[in-house]
């Protein structure tokens, strides 16, 4: 599995701590469903404060992705994503395709709400994170071709999740 995103969970939550991660399948031609939140292509984790420490990149050919990138941060008002989105692109002179998610609010779905629960109480998991595919082909994430990738956890549990839409 590849790693594909991490999130402070302060950065969402002032009162929260830790870090939330996600991995997906690169299996090629993609069989993995990775789409399901629970079928095992994907896989969401929660770390508290402290569990996580900086790995080293792997050397040779186990390196898949051409770069790595960390991202900024900047509030913008908005109802909601997409206008949100549209408001940062005018106010900042830079094409939307450099918009890559949200993190907080309400996502805003391709389809139809998927918003999955907990495995373990089995109630609705709280919205943390969506994530855009990306702008580069080369070292964007696979989410069936100009997806969206969105991130939940269970607070009271500990537990994460992670489903794409296209």
Not at 121 to 133: A, G, T
Not at 135 to 164: E, L
Request: contains cysteine; charged residues 15%; aromatic residues 10%.
């Amino acid at each position: 599995m590849q790693f594909l995103a991490q999130v402070r969970l302060d950065d969402v939550d002032a009162t929260a701590a830790g870090m939330w991660s996600v991995f997906v399948c690169q299996n090629d031609p993609g069989m993995c469903e990775d789409w399901n939140p629970i079928a095992g292509g994907n896989r969401a984790f929660v770390f508290g404060p402290g569990q996580l420490a900086p790995a080293a990149v792997p050397a040779g050919s186990n390196v898949l992705m051409g770069e790595v990138s960390a991202v900024a941060y900047l509030p913008v008002d908005g109802d909601d994503y997409g206008h949100a989105y549209e408001q940062w692109s005018k106010a900042s002179d830079r094409p939307a395709t450099d918009v890559l998610g949200q993190i907080g609010g309400s996502p805003q779905w391709i389809q139809d709400d998927e918003t999955p629960s907990c495995e373990s109480c089995d109630r609705p998991m709280s919205f943390l994170v969506q994530l855009e595919e990306g702008h580069n082909h080369a070292t964007a994430a696979n989410f069936g071709g100009g997806g969206q990738g969105y991130g939940f956890r269970c607070h009271p549990c500990a537990t994460a999740a992670f489903v794409w839409q296209r």
